[in-house]
């Protein structure tokens, strides 16, 4: 099995260390962990990518390219230029923090599993949820790295990944929680926070001149049952199957009537 691995918070980014560990686990002996990451970190840019303009690419190893672009640009130099040979799997993260609830919006770590599964690949998003019971370990992805390999298995040969248009890709995330407090995993829906939009802080440099620092809001509040953050501030990682398509199915049911039918004049 030869695996494409990326992230968004940068090639040196602890997280990808752990990914690299899960990948080549997965891999086996006889497989092949590609890495082509963000040369810097890259968090929130969702599906960016680097239209106009290059990107530069540098070599730090063997099988190992920075790239300076989003880790969607990571995913289509690796797939189209830099990997020697075929991808069979495209795993991205492990992500400093949770990518559940609205979070998933932002994420460039989701974006790059957009952007493999858009090339046909099979593709996994995985996050570790930061909260006290984990933030101050001395390996805060414990929970990931002491679960990690098993359920990329699982979800390879378990899990459905087809789809005649818009290809399934995964979204996984890892609860708060020490490795032994890990309760399993569960497939579940997104989650809505309510409260989980981004905003503003304004700051005034000693200068005079006016700065806007983007934050965050509050992360620990769980969203309804059977969603991802519920599911992960509960111990569970979750798991939740995503497609491209933006479609909200139902209203389109529903607008009918409202609008003209191809078949009116």
Known sequence: ??????NDDGIGAPGLE???????DVAGPDGEVWTVAPAFEQSGVGHAINYVRPSMVQQIGPRRIAVEGSPADCVLAGLGELVDGPVDLVLSGVNRGNNAGENTIYSGTIGAAIEAALQGVNAIALSQFYGP????????FEAARATGADLVRRLIEGAPWGGDTYKLFYNVNFPPVPADGVRGALAVSQGYRGDGRMGVTPQTAPSGRKYLWISGSAQGEAT???TDVHANVNGWTSVTPMRCDLTDHEVLAAMNGVLDSPTDG
């Open 1 to 6: 099995m030869r695996i494409l691995i990326t």
């Open 18 to 24: 752990v990914l690299t560990e899960i990948a080549h």
């Open 133 to 140: 019971r984990n933030v101050q370990l001395d390996d805060p």
């Open 224 to 226: 309804a049952e059977g």
